[in-house]
């Protein structure tokens, strides 16, 4: 895995979401995270918990087996990732 991305949805402004123009978006490398940031985030992976909440985040990563995504709450992100997020108006 090279990167991970991050992309926000829901919140006071509504971000993400199909008529908005507020987008919330970051990119890292993957090697840029902590051995145990990688591990929580692989069990996020891993887990594909449904996120039923109205802020959430949508994280894309692209490995051996292809693209995969997981949504999931902001406790459930390392600092780090959060820190690459940039809102960005259209």
């Known amino acids: 895995m090279r990167e991970i991305s991050i992309e926000g949805f829901g919140g006071f402004v509504g971000a993400g979401g199909p008529a908005s123009h507020v987008h919330q978006r970051g990119r890292l490398d993957w090697s840029a995270l902590s051995a145990a940031d990688q591990a929580g985030l692989d ?41 690459s997020v ?3 108006l259209d």
């Open 43 to 83: 069990r996020l992976f891993a887990e594909q918990a449904r996120v039923d909440a109205n802020l959430f985040y949508r994280l894309t990563r692209v490995g051996a087996g292809g693209t995969e995504t997981v949504d999931a709450l902001p406790d459930q992100i390392p600092p780090a990732l959060l820190a």
């Open 86 to 88: 940039q809102t960005t």
